[in-house]
């Protein structure tokens, strides 16, 4: 097993905690962020003490970087693209709009998860659409899923995983059918809740708790019950993979094999997000708590 101690938390504003979402963590050159109900907040690690919070106008469904500098945020109606160099210099380069406004955010088409391909951005839809950006180009949407996109991520292609527990692996206009989720039929379905590639393996978080690693053919490689409850996210740095779950565990785990090398107990926490900020280091976001754990990978 390999030492990942506790280094010191980076401290969270009392009014700005992190929200119930999936992959509720991201990091780009060691600034953090995390969405909370209508603002992302923007969070600097490297000792500047520098923070900033987005206001958007709806709820925020997720907020990732696609890149070192380039965040997307998902949220209820639309999507918006900002540049963030650093937190008092983000500044925000696109907004898309889904369409009207509708008076509450449980009957607005929402915009979840995001991911960079060849230099195009990817962004979920509430209505299984992917949308297309590449510049000041918009494209046409990618379909094939049937439910709300829960996560994407990518290499060389595109992989996009949904509600239905569903993954397809894109090339082009053009998908494939990685995992259909008719095998968790028998429990009412397994939401796909987080997503990742190493190499040419994706690797998919589910609502269950399982971990499953595919070839892009869609042979399953590795099926793991991870964790006790909820996976919430996941994220690779290296060869290593980190997960998080409901159950209040971090773990690290080997990549190609899937063996696990640690284990953390984050007490009374529901993690919400997980992140490496370098080779040596990772953060768990925790819903409703003042601080991010952060570990430090030892010798």
Known sequence: MEPWARDAPVDLQPTHLPSLLFNNLASSRGLLCYAHDSQVTLLDTRGTNNKRTLQLRTKVLSSIFVDHETLVVGAAGYVEIWQVPSPSKARLVKRHSLGDFADDDATQSFCRGSALVQGVIHVGCSTGDILRFDGDQTRHPLKGHRAPITCLASSSKLVSGCDRGEIRLWEGDESFVVEDGTRAADIGGDPCASIAVYDDTIIAGFASGRV????????????????????????????????????????????????????????DSLLTGVAFIDERSLACSAYDVGAVTVLGRGT
């Open 212 to 267: 499953r690693s595919y070839s892009e053919k869609g042979d399953v490689l590795h099926d793991l019950q991870a964790h006790a409850r909820c996976l919430t996210a996941l994220a690779i740095q290296g060869d290593r993979l980190a997960t998080a779950g409901e159950d209040a565990h971090v773990f690290v785990w080997a990549l190609p094999s899937l063996e696990m090398v640690h284990a953390s107990h984050v007490t």
